[in-house]
Every structure is written in structure tokens, then in C-alpha cells.
């Protein structure tokens, strides 16, 4: 079996399990008909559809499959997070308190999954949107920006984010 | 009422705070950049307030489970969509707003946009 074979189901088959999985949560039924009608229907899907899911030039596993107690450590605290900035936010829609500043900066994770998460992260958290995801560098729209240094409002922006993102994918 | 439904109550509360506050930003700030930020995200908030006090009230662990994909789904698709529409503004070239204060202190160097932003690309 050539290595590009093996690539290919092993990426088949994350798919169809991801899928499988989701099915299973939302019929949550364990009966016969329902489990083979999700098995048949998510290796169908898959097969159409796994180049897409997870694309070829992928390094490795690591790269696109999370390390689940640090997933689950991840969404509590980017719930947590999401709090505390809207309430940042809200503070200031009231006192109309801000500075909005564009900003660049660079991030050193690796994977494209991780990239995304990290930018679909501070969309939401610290008063910021990524404007532009080119690679690894980051435009972003910053609302209460202190600096307009790249490296210090990268720290400010995405450090704690970032710390705990390394931890979930490479 | 039992505390689970005293706790859903304060996050649907605390819903609406969110949400009257995103309406209110939506209207209060010039450019459409503030205008996201304040729309996108105490919306998203708001709408994650309702799906905690709905996993609260959720009868079985069954519900909770399909809610909990829900939540997980609306977490992805809220900030893409807000980062499509800041990421069109930008490619059109709209000039992210500065407080009046901010603009006095160096003028002549603000209104580039995307001019004035690029040097700093390169640490």
C-alpha cells in the first residue's frame, strides 16, 4: 500500500467517525435500524466529501484531531472569556470609552485547524475581529488597542489564547 | 422553583442585557467596524446565554447532548460570519474610525488605512 493510499483511507475513515459520531448524538438511539442506516449514510457522505473535511497536504494526525481533555479545557475557558470581553464590550457601548486601531501580527502555530480556531477566537473574545487570516499573519480590527506595536499587541490580543491553543493542536 | 430553573433564568436575563446592549452599539458607533464589534459579539453572547439556560433546563441527557452540538456549531458560524463581513470592509478599503481626541494629536497621519497599517506587517 502506497503511502498516499494509506493517507487517503486514514482520512476516510476520521471522517465517517466524525460523522458517525454526530449521528449517534443526535438520534440518540442505539437501536439496529438507526445504527445502521447512520453507519451506511456517514461512510456515504464520507466518501464524497473527505478531501474537503480534511484537506491532502496535512502533515499529520495531530494536525487536524484535537487532544480532547485539552478541547474541553479550551471551551470552558473560551466561554469564559467570551464573557468577560462582552462585558468589556458592554462597558463600553455605555461610556463609548474606546480606541479602534488596526493591528498586524504573526502567529507561530502550525496547522491550519489551529490557525482557524485562533482566529474564529478572537473574533469573539478581547474586542476584536481578524480582518484577514494570510498564512500565519493576522489582521485585526482592535477596539480597546493600547499599542499599535506588532509584537506587543500580538502578546495582548492573542497570548493567553494562543498558550492554551499550542496545548490542543500542534 | 427549583434552582435550576432560578440559574436558566438569570442567563435568559442576562440574554436580553446582551442583546439590547448589541442593538444599542449597533446604532451608537460611525464605522463599520465598531458597529461588528459590538453586534457580532454580544450577540453571539447573547444567543450562548439562551443555549446555556436552554442546557440548564434540558430534561434529559440526551437533549443536553444535541444542545451541546448546537452550541459548539453556533460557535463556529457566529464569528465566521461577523469575520466575512469585517474581512469585505476591509478589502474595500474602508478607514477603521478614531475617537475625535486621538485624531487631533496626529493629524495628517490618520485616513490611510490600509497605507498607513502596512510597515508594520514586517517585525
Known sequence: ?170 | MSIREILAAIAFLAAVIFGVAGLAGLFRFPDPYSRLQAGSLLGTTSVLSIFIGTLLLSPNGAVAARVVVIMLFFLISSPTGSHIVARFTWNIGTHPWRPKSEEKKNQGKTGKGKDEAAPEENP
Request: hydrophobic content about 50%; aromatic content about 14%.
Open chain 1, 1 to 170: 500500500m502506497s503511502i498516499e493510499t494509506r493517507w487517503k483511507l486514514i482520512r476516510f475513515f476520521i471522517t465517517a467517525l466524525s460523522m458517525f459520531g454526530l449521528w449517534l448524538i443526535f438520534t440518540a438511539s442505539f437501536e439496529l435500524f438507526s445504527l445502521v442506516t447512520g453507519l451506511g449514510g456517514s461512510f456515504f457522505v464520507a466518501a464524497l466529501t473527505y478531501e474537503i473535511f480534511i484537506p491532502r497536504h496535512q502533515a499529520g494526525i495531530n494536525f487536524f484531531v484535537p487532544r480532547p481533555f485539552h478541547l474541553i479545557l479550551y471551551l470552558f475557558l473560551m466561554i469564559f472569556f467570551i464573557y468577560k470581553s462582552s462585558i468589556a464590550v458592554l462597558v463600553a457601548v455605555v461610556t463609548g470609552q474606546v480606541n479602534p486601531r488596526i493591528v498586524h501580527f504573526r502567529t507561530p502555530l502550525k496547522s491550519d485547524m489551529a490557525r482557524m480556531v485562533l482566529a474564529n477566537s478572537i473574533t469573539m473574545t478581547p474586542g476584536t475581529i481578524t480582518l484577514d487570516l494570510n498564512d500565519d499573519h493576522l489582521t485585526v480590527h482592535w477596539f480597546f488597542s493600547t499599542t499599535s506595536h506588532s509584537k506587543v499587541a500580538g502578546n495582548e490580543v492573542k497570548g493567553e489564547i494562543e498558550r492554551h491553543l499550542k496545548k490542543v493542536w500542534l
